[in-house]
């Protein structure tokens, strides 16, 4: 992976590097676990743990994990592989982790807890950082903002405090609880915990400015009631903190110095400021800094939405390789490597537009033609008979595996008697300037020799059964007419040698640019998709693996699938075509 080029975060962060503003660049991804991550997280990923590594930094993995409703430990699960797989050789030495079931020490007025002073390495023992090990410092500190005159409980229903909050162009209205006595609030927030109360009964607000022109200032929640068990922190609390009063602290008890988010939280920023500075804490104090989203066309990015194309089985499940999940561009056989090179590629900026499917597509399609390994597979078989080999005939042939190599190996493959060639490679009628295989026609079969069309075989219904064609064994490599040119040159495999495999096509899984932004998205499915096709495939590939990559010769990149694909009863999927075919 290419170093990224500076921007405007790099500058920032350069800048605080030579002033010697910390002792070490901390920086986190921080996730919410309510569903899979996708090519918008890989954009975040890669800059946090970009500027970790670029500084020698540490960065954090923590689950954003405050809203127990919508989360679930399946994805907990998930996120930190898709992580692990996504920094593997490139960051993985700046991912931040903890030893298992350590909880954060009390911060004291001078000291951290132990397990931030460095990163674990990941692995059996360790796990990653969750804000719901900082409830009960949390609490603590929601208590202290209580003392200070800073925090009140309010017993406004939900749709009441949205009413006393008011429209943005005008100031709202200050809730009839905001003035309760620090006692009163101490009492009624630690019953709050204890579970005297139904859901929604009371909130624990800031008091902070009913007027100001940014709403989120007009005295935000900081604490609710859900009486719900957690899948971390188990069924210890009935209060959750939100997301504006958890996140910042949060950062600031892991140390963190930079903390980068997406745009929409500019307007959040003065309330991150505010819990923090509020507290008098006496650490350095974390920032906050925004970017802009990654946003590709022709698919869709919010976990909202993916959640509900798997749901309603618009999809085949979160790994679905139509789905721009890590894990689904993962089983398609995108590799780590190229999509950090794309979202590199693409830089953070401080706004934010569609960025062209296409770029990514080719960014993969470039790396796969450097590492893929060449093999044949005819997807849509038609049988040809060389009726001048003899049935029990093998006439050896030597195919590259790795032209794009500077040394390139090859391997043996066998014409027989009777090949499958594609069918799009035949036409009976051919169409003008067609260099393909058509009746009296000649063609190269690749590695092997010319081959002439001489007679078309078909059924009672007209449906073709065969082509019978003459090989012309002069023309192999090294024999004497092995120079003899014919403009077509196509791909092939042996009848009594090829493997069968399913193989699934992919095309784009939206049909326009824009799909989040129509009514209702999943009326812009593309139906064509997924094609599965039973492929013939050259025997080499009998033994393919998940890891590695294949082109089949003029089809386009292909991988093995990690999940259904068994010894025996193959299944490819198809990465990319060769070329961009998509309607421009
Ligand atoms: P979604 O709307 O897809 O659910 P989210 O922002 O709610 O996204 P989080 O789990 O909170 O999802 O995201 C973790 C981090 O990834 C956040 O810091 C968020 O800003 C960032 N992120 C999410 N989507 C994108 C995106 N499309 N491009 C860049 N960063 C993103
Ligand atoms: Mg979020
Ligand atoms: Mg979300």
């Known amino acids: 992976t290419p170093g990224a080029p500076s921007d405007f975060i790099r500058d920032i962060v350069a800048q605080h590097v030579a002033e010697k503003r910390y002792s070490k660049i901390v920086t986190r991804f921080p996730p919410e676990p309510n569903g899979y991550l996708h090519l918008g997280h890989a954009r975040s990923i890669c800059l946090n743990f970009g500027i970790a590594r670029e500084n020698d930094g540490q960065c954090n993995l923590r689950f954003d994990d405050t809203n127990p409703v919508k989360e679930d430990i399946e994805y907990v699960d998930a996120i930190v592989a898709d992580i692990q797989w996504l920094i593997a050789g490139w960051a993985d030495h700046c991912l931040g982790f903890k030893p298992k079931g350590a909880h954060p020490a009390r911060i004291t007025t001078d000291g951290r807890p132990d397990y931030l002073l460095a990163a674990v390495p990941p692995g ?14 949390l609490f603590e500190y929601a208590v202290t903002l209580i003392e200070k005159g800073r925090a009140y409980v309010c017993d406004l229903t939900p749709e009441e405090t949205d009413q006393y909050r008011g429209a943005p162009d005008q100031p709202g209205r200050d809730s009839p609880w905001r003035n309760r006595s620090v006692a009163e609030n101490l009492d009624l927030f630690r019953r709050m915990r ?25 005295d935000p929640l900081l604490y609710r009631i859900r009486h719900i068990p957690h ?12 997301y504006d009063y958890a996140h910042c602290l949060s950062d600031y ?3 963190i110095t930079h903390s980068f988010c997406s745009l929409e939280f500019v307007v959040h920023r003065p309330l991150y400021d505010w819990v923090l500075e509020s507290l008098d804490l006496p650490r350095p104090l974390p920032h906050q800094y925004e970017f802009g989203k990654l946003l590709p066309s022709f698919t869709i990015m919010s976990k909202r939405n993916l959640l509900r194309l798997v749901q309603e089985k ?6 679905d390789p139509r789905l721009p999940t890590l894990t689904g561009l993962r089983r398609r056989g995108v590799t780590a490597a190229s999509l950090r090179r794309f979202v590199i590629g693409t830089g953070v900026t401080t706004y934010q537009g569609i960025v062209d499917l296409a770029l990514f597509e080719h960014v993969v ?3 796969l033609n450097q590492s893929a390994i060449r093999r044949f597979g005819v997807l849509r078989p038609i049988k040809l008979v060389l009726t001048n080999l003899a049935a029990d005939e093998v006439i050896e042939c030597e195919a590259v595996n790795d032209p794009q190599s500077a040394a390139p190996s090859s391997r043996k493959m066998a014409l027989t008697r009777e090949v499958f060639i594609e069918s799009d490679d035949f036409a009976e009628i051919p169409p003008p300037k067609y260099f393909r295989l058509k009746p009296g026609g000649e063609v190269r079969l690749k590695y092997a020799c010319l081959i002439k069309c001489e007679e078309v075989v078909k059924d009672a219904t007209g449906q073709l059964v065969e082509l019978r064609c003459t090989a012309d064994l002069t023309t192999r490599a090294g024999g004497p007419n092995a120079d003899r040119k014919v403009k077509g040159t196509i791909h092939w495999v042996s009848a009594t040698q090829a493997v069968d495999a399913e193989v699934r096509l992919y095309d784009r899984l939206f049909t326009v640019p824009e799909p989040a932004s129509e009514p209702d998205f999943t009326t812009v499915l593309n139906p064509h998709s ?5 492929a013939k495939l050259e025997p080499a590939l009998a033994t393919a693996t998940p890891d590695e990559r294949y082109q089949f010769e003029r089809l386009g990149y292909f991988t093995v699938d990690a999940k259904d694909s068994q010894p025996g009863k193959l299944v490819f999927n198809r990465t990319l075509t060769l070329k961009d075919t998509s309607a421009k």
Not at 124 to 137: I, N, W
Not at 314 to 319: K, Q
Not at 530 to 534: A, D, F, P, W
């Open 365 to 367: 399609r470039d790396d």
């Open 314 to 319: 618009f999809v085949r499940g979160w790994d």
């Open 231 to 242: 899948h971390h922190a188990g069924d210890k609390w009935c209060i959750y903190p939100l």
């Open 194 to 218: 204890a579970g005297e109360f139904p859901n929604g009964a009371r909130s624990l607000r800031a008091k902070i400015d009913m007027a100001s022109p940014n709403v989120w200032l007009r």
């Open 253 to 255: 008890l892991e140390g």
């Open 530 to 534: 997924l094609e599965i096709v039973t």
């Open 124 to 137: 059996p023992g360790t796990e990653a950082f969750f804000a719901s090990d900082y409830f009960e410092q």
